[in-house]
């Protein structure tokens, strides 16, 4: 998820057009009825205890019911892996979930936002504390519990959000639960771009969480997201939490500045 914001915001704020507030009825509408199609069946399938497809389902329509026309490059690892993507806005989320069926480790804050909190809760969001450092081991003590689960997990180590054009210096800690993991894991580096709209929709500045959805669902035309699944690698031929770190930003970035034509990334 985003967090508190550092980047700087364009403070040259348009108004919302009356076509702009139909576009963003239409698709609340369309998210709330999604939900409503598919939150029964996830409960139907917990009911005969079955894996449920449904969150994963859910997050894909919110990001196509966006304007997201999603493709992806490079061969993804399906299971026994532990993502590592850049960060540009809440709108990752319903993005590589519906693509992966992944679950994310998020700022604790988050768990307590009204309906947002609970459909985390649901697709098995990690709440971690960004603040409390006596719990960072305990914090990986969770993360490694979840790796030992089928599904796959996605972090943002960058700790907040970028436009999309940059990247901001990776955070080492939560790769010490990839150090080593509690099982084979591989680390797959993954490229989450937006091409040309990318600054149009990235949650950066002050701009709140609500001003930012309102923004993306108001806009008329399909944003072209491009999910780039990296060479992945074996975190044990790394060592620590920080060579992991590191290696895993290092592909990220290089990866990016070809998006941007060789254009240096900073």
């Known amino acids: ?25 239409l698709r609340v509408i369309g998210i709330l009825l999604s939900l409503a ?6 409960y139907l399938w917990r009911l005969f205890r079955l894996p449920s497809p449904w969150p994963r389902f859910f997050l894909w329509l919110v990001a196509t019911n966006c304007g997201a ?3 992806t490059e490079g061969n993804r690892l399906k299971q026994d892996v532990f993502y590592v993507a ?28 009204p309906i947002i909190g609970w459909l985390c809760r649901i697709n098995k969001t990690i709440f971690v504390s960004r603040t409390d450092r ?12 979840a790796i030992e689960e089928k599904y796959p997990i996605t ?9 999309g054009h940059s990247l901001l210096p ?6 010490q639960a990839m150090a080593p993991p509690p099982k084979p894991t591989m680390v797959q580096p993954m490229l989450l771009s937006f091409g040309r709209v990318s600054r149009d929709i990235a949650w950066v500045g002050e701009e709140s969480a609500v001003d ?20 992945p690698f074996d975190p044990a031929d790394f060592g620590d939490r920080k060579t992991i770190c590191a290696e895993a930003e290092r592909r990220i970035a290089k990866a990016l500045s070809a998006s941007l034509s060789g254009e240096p990334v900073v």
């Open 86 to 113: 850049n960060h540009v806005s809440w709108f990752d989320i319903p993005v590589i979930a519906g693509v992966t069926g992944c679950t994310f480790v998020a700022q604790d804050g988050i768990a307590s936002w």
């Open 155 to 163: 972090v943002f180590p960058e700790g907040t959000t970028t436009d």
């Open 1 to 25: 998820m985003a967090y508190p914001l550092t980047e700087r915001a364009d403070t040259d704020q348009l108004a919302i057009s009356v076509f702009g507030a139909l576009l963003i009825g």
């Open 69 to 71: 026309l999603i493709k």
């Open 134 to 145: 006596m719990q960072v081991g305990d914090q990986i003590g969770i993360i490694r519990e």
């Open 37 to 42: 199609a598919c939150l029964p069946m996830h």
């Open 212 to 231: 930012n959805a309102k923004r993306l669902f108001a806009r008329l035309g399909i944003i072209p997201t491009t999910l780039h699944f990296l060479e």
């Open 170 to 175: 990776f955070k080492p800690s939560l790769f």
